[in-house]
């Protein structure tokens, strides 16, 4: 039987109406892709109720595709479907690929069932092409912060619509700062573009109904800055010594980085991010800064000044005085400060560890580098220090005064009565700077004698006397003198020296001590004839 004779009769009952509108198919519409295979499913579930059934295809106009009797298990394929379809016998789905664009528009499947009532169903096949080779193309190579406007374009082979992604995370146009072209959104615009906008990385995504595509992450360098510009100083300190080392760095934030240079009192001293100056001298003294050059961004910026001052440090600190001779309660003295090498701010006096403060006795020079103490007393003697300083060091010297003075508190001492042949010794002594010199007197004879102990060894009658010594100061030239009386006990001059009682009691005191020894010895004697 040649069935291509059939579907002419079939078509004239569709035309005619004399069919069931009735849908053999699941949907109504349906996508495929250039290249791949499309699936049409129906609703029948068994072919063995249908007389025919028979897939046309309508575009210009209607194209048989195949043709099945069920009771008689044969088909009729349209050659140029041949190689292309495959179908179910059981539910007679038709497979169709690998499409083409042609193979775009409607697709028939009729049926005829065992009562002779014809069903059709319709749908129509939409052929997309695939998404294929999405790229990002921007208008700029670079970009400005704040000052470029930056159009990213979306690109792509296919049937799709777009969508953006910054990292991980879909891009939302804020309708200001970012901006999507409707209605596909290919086109994306980001006014006074930031650094941080295009760094997720930016992706496209080319879709449609069926499949998508990405491109390669996208990033796009936004020059910036510079900024936070920072000055490093080491040391830190704004007064340096003569002869230390000063190195100051520089940083700023910036893409691509800035440029650095550093000025010296406004004039460039060098361009490089850290700046080492060895040995420093006054010269180098003065006000630092930087400045960082963008030159993309054609922006610079000027750190804070750091000023620098060079002081020479103190050193040689001496203490010198207008006299070296001071006698208590009539010199006056003047103490000078004065550094060998450097420049004092400040002067500080101290006795000991207290520091002096002015007093009528006291007086500081106006910048406090000259002391004067008038009439000197003893308590004035000690050690003084002077200490000289300026903003990079502490420098000081020290300067014994001493305070002749005396002597003062003369005095003897020493046993005064002594017996025959006893030793004596007779001390002198006096408060005296420098210590006094002695001179001796025996009752008004000057003696061959000057230490400050006089001793007699094995004293005599002839010793006693008055004693007179004289402490002298050979600086004041001032003299005190102290007298001292001794007596020495002759031997046998002790019983001449009795009163009478004295030699009355001694004698009744003998006579008792006969009597008892006499009575003793006549109790023995008693006792033994007995």
């Known amino acids: 039987m040649d069935f291509s004779n059939f579907w002419v009769p079939l078509l004239i009952l569709a035309a005619l109406g004399c069919c069931s509108q009735d849908s053999m198919l699941l949907s109504d519409k349906i996508k495929g892709i250039i290249g791949k295979n499309v699936t049409f499913k129906t609703t029948i579930t068994s072919t063995t109720d249908f007389l025919s059934i028979t897939w046309h295809f309508n575009k ?9 009797i069920p009771s008689t298990n044969t088909k009729n394929i349209n050659e140029k479907y041949a190689s292309r379809i495959s179908y179910n016998t059981t539910t007679f789905e038709l497979q169709l690929g690998p499409l083409m664009k042609e193979d775009e528009g409607e697709y028939i499947l009729s049926t005829v069932n065992l009562n002779a009532d014809q069903l059709t169903g319709q749908i129509h096949l939409e052929v997309l092409e695939p998404v294929t080779d999405v790229k990002i193309s921007s208008n700029l190579p670079e970009a400005i912060e704040f000052n470029s406007t930056v159009i990213l374009t979306c690109t792509a082979k296919g049937s799709f619509t ?61 020059s910036y800055g510079p900024e936070k510009i920072a000055v490093t100083q080491t040391p830190t300190d704004s007064f340096l010594k003569k002869g230390s080392n000063l190195t100051l760095s520089c940083s700023a934030d910036s893409d691509p980085p800035a440029q650095l240079r550093w000025m010296f009192n406004g004039a460039e001293l060098l361009q490089n991010a850290i700046v080492t100056i060895p040995n420093l001298e006054e010269k180098h003294s003065g006000n630092y800064s930087c400045v960082a050059y963008n030159a993309k961004t054609n922006r610079n910026i000027v750190s804070t000044v750091a000023s620098v001052t060079v002081l ?50 006291v007086i500081f020079s106006a910048d406090k580098k000259s002391l004067t103490i008038v009439q000197v007393g003893k308590e004035d003697a000690g050690e003084y220090k002077c200490q000289m300083k ?90 005190k003198e102290m007298t001292f009386k001794l007596a020495v006990t002759e031997v046998g001059a002790v019983d001449e020296g009795l009163s009478g009682g004295a030699i009355a009691g001694i004698v009744i005191a003998v006579l008792v001590a006969v009597i008892i020894i006499a009575c003793i010895i006549k109790r023995k004697r008693k006792s033994g004839t007995e």
Request: aromatic share 6%; proline share 6%; hydrophobic share 35%.
């Open 162 to 222: 777009y969508r953006w992604l910054n990292g991980s995370d879909p891009l939302v146009a804020d309708g200001t700062h970012t901006k999507l072209n409707p209605p596909i959104g290919n086109e994306l615009t980001i006014t006074e573009v930031r650094r941080t906008d295009l760094r997720g990385p930016i992706v496209c995504i080319a879709e449609n109904a069926l499949e998508s595509g990405r491109s390669a992450p996208f990033n796009l360098t936004v």
């Open 60 to 68: 210009d106009k209607v194209v048989p595709i195949i043709t099945f």
């Open 390 to 479: 300026n903003k990079v060091n502490i420098d000081e010297a020290s300067y014994k005064m001493v305070i002749n003075y005396g002597p003062e508190n003369v005095k003897l001492d020493g046993k005064k009565d002594v017996k025959f042949e006893e030793d004596v010794k007779i001390s002198c002594s006096a408060e005296s700077v420098p210590p006094s010199t002695y001179t001796w007197k025996l009752n008004n004879t000057v003696m061959n004698f000057s230490q400050a102990i006089y001793v007699i060894e094995k004293a005599k009658v002839t010793d006693s006397g008055t004693y007179t010594c004289k402490a002298i100061n050979p600086i004041t030239k001032m003299e």
């Open 312 to 361: 020479e440090a103190l050193s040689g600190t001496n203490i010198s005085s207008s006299t070296s001779l001071l006698i208590s309660g009539n010199s006056t003295v003047n103490l000078t400060c004065s550094a060998a090498v450097g420049k004092a701010e400040s002067v500080e006096w101290l006795k000991g560890s207290t520091p002096l403060t002015p007093s009528p006795r």
